[in-house]
Nanobody
């Protein structure tokens, strides 16, 4: 299984970006899919948002009301719409898929928010 994240870039504070995570197989096969991010200087990836197979979605408190996770089943793609971006959103964003006991991570996409 391969996951490919894309859509990152450089944006000014207050701007928007939409990230995509394309899967090499049907995203119906995933128990859950999620976005994580790793900020500069941080050793660990932080949870951003997650969707379950039942389409339950939850968000980190830091992004609630600004980020929206969605899926396009037909395109095998998960999205993260990011609005009202802040400099502290600067990070490498990764998508993750869980199938059974297996975790799959895509390569990250860099998001840089300038003040």
């Amino acid at each position: 299984v391969q996951l490919q994240a894309s859509g990152g870039g450089l944006v000014q504070a207050g701007g928007s970006l939409r990230l995509s995570c394309a899967a090499s197989r049907s995203i119906r096969s995933f128990k859950s899919m999620a976005w994580y991010r790793q900020a500069p200087g941080e050793e660990q990836r932080a949870f951003v948002a997650r969707v379950t197979a039942g389409n339950d979605i939850d968000y980190a408190d830091s992004v609630k009301g600004r980020f929206t996770l969605s899926r396009d089943i037909a395109k095998n793609t998960m999205y993260l719409q990011m609005n009202t971006l802040k400099p502290e959103d600067t990070a490498i964003y990764y998508c993750r898929g869980v199938q059974g006991t297996a975790n799959y991570w895509g390569r990250g996409t860099q998001v840089t928010v300038s003040s």
